[in-house]
């Protein structure tokens, strides 16, 4: 389970205020990547919360009316179009969004903990934690703030383009979306830049 661990030492360290960071959506084929940035009270304590892809869809979204209803959680989300995808690839798209979550915090975050590898050109000094989100509170909220946002707008975008199914599988490449694509060709959210997309494009 994750704790404040992480937290603590960047604290002793002089870094009042830390940031936990996680992004979600760097495999879908269709929608926005997300990230999303999460500072926890000094004594946070939660029994469920936890890496997001441990969780379901349910505890999911109770963990984050909880986070969104606490008063001591500042959080900060963004979502980077698939136009913005296509034009500077998925990575940098995601590393880019990582950084608009930090600097979009209300409060001014002394450090960082990122799920995953360094960010190039990060904005704060930051330790990067490899299955980050199983092992810090902050990265957990902000893995479980980015996964919902992006979940309830990709089912929103399914009553737009209601032949995809993204309501089930939130634009990621599962054979019910493939066959989909295949029948109907790529609608405005999908990403030209990936290759099942690309060559479907082509072939219109």
């Excluded at 998925?90 to 880019?96: D, G, T, V």
Aim: charged share 25%.
């Amino acid at each position: 389970m994750p704790t404040l661990d992480h937290e603590n030492e960047l604290r002793a360290q002089g870094h009042k205020i830390v940031a936990g960071l996680d992004e979600v959506g760097r495999g879908p084929l269709a929608g926005p990547v997300c990230a999303a940035a999460a500072v926890l009270p000094d004594d946070f304590e939660h029994r469920v919360l936890n890496d997001s892809k441990k969780l379901s869809e349910r505890q999911r979204d109770k963990i984050y009316d909880e986070l969104m209803a606490h008063p001591g959680v500042i959080w900060h989300c963004v979502m980077l179009s698939v136009e913005e995808i296509d034009r500077i690839n998925i990575l940098q798209a995601s590393r880019e969004a990582m950084r608009q979550a930090l600097l979009g915090l209300r409060v001014k975050a002394h450090a960082a903990l990122i799920d995953g590898l360094p960010v190039p050109d990060f904005p704060v000094p930051q330790r990067a934690l490899v299955k980050g989100d199983s092992l810090s509170y902050s990265i957990a909220a902000a893995s479980v703030i980015a996964k919902v946002t992006r979940d309830r707008l990709m089912v929103d975008l399914a009553v737009t383009y209601p032949h995809y199914g993204f309501e089930q599988h939130k634009g990621y490449p599962t054979p019910v979306h493939l066959a989909a694509l295949r029948e109907h060709g790529p609608c405005p959210i999908h990403r030209r830049s990936f290759a099942p997309v690309a060559q479907l494009s082509l072939d219109l």
